[in-house]
């Protein structure tokens, strides 16, 4: 299936609140969040259905990165509907 691709710029404090609201949506397939410079600091993809306890690790690791970083970007895969 085709994938669009949408990039966010946030703040680490907001960091963790975005990605729990693109989690919700569902139709992520993939984040990857970079630093101000560009630099990758974490990708991680989302399998359909996946959610709370296999979640759970991935979001304390995001609320520790958003802890120490200052401003960055996310990227986001989206999975692409194709008309019928």
Do not use: Q, W, Y
């Amino acid at each position: 299936m085709p994938t669009t691709k949408e990039s966010f710029k946030i703040n680490g404090e907001a960091l963790l609140k975005k990605i729990r609201e693109l989690i919700e949506e569902g139709n992520i397939s993939k984040i990857t969040i970079h630093d101000k410079e560009g630099k990758e600091l974490m990708s991680f993809p989302l399998a359909i259905g996946v959610v709370g306890a296999v979640l759970a690790p991935v979001l304390a690791a995001v609320g520790a990165l958003a802890a120490i970083i200052g401003e960055c970007s996310i990227t986001v895969e989206r999975e692409k509907k194709e008309p019928n």
